[in-house]
Nanobody, 120 residues
Framework: QVQLLESGGGLVQPGGSLRLSCAASRSIYRINDMAWYRQAPGKVRELAARISSSGTSNYAESVNGRFTISRDNAHTVTLQMNSLKPEDTAVYYC???????????????WGQGTQVTVSS
């Protein structure tokens, strides 16, 4: 089995920055898209940003221009979050579309989540 290991959450003041990272726990045959989702208290989980294996990215309208998603290598994804707002407070989840072995159908795997709190 494979795990997605997240790091970088925490408490930050409005206007501040945080950087989230996510890496696969072991060598994997193929990772297609990787993404960051978030879930605020009492709300449904929503896509924040997504990036393909070729580097094409897309963002939720609410974070566009403030967040940047990048692939450091084939198995690692980073989310740079700038100009943070209280409404960005949520648990952030890393997700990846993974094929474990040649010929496998890909499936989505999820990290455990990391808390981001934006408050003064």
């Amino acid at each position: 089995q494979v795990q997605l290991l997240e790091s970088g959450g925490g408490l930050v003041q409005p206007g501040g920055s945080l950087r989230l990272s996510c890496a696969a726990s072991r060598s994997i045959y193929r990772i297609n898209d990787m993404a960051w989702y978030r879930q605020a208290p009492g709300k449904v989980r929503e896509l924040a940003a997504r990036i393909s294996s070729s580097g094409t990215s897309n963002y939720a309208e609410s974070v566009n221009g403030r967040f940047t998603i990048s692939r450091d290598n084939a198995h690692t994804v980073t989310l740079q979050m700038n100009s943070l707002k209280p409404e960005d407070t949520a648990v952030y989840y890393c997700a990846a579309e993974i094929g474990l072995r040649p010929g496998d159908v890909t499936d989505w795997y999820w990290g455990q989540g990391t808390q981001v709190t934006v408050s003064s």
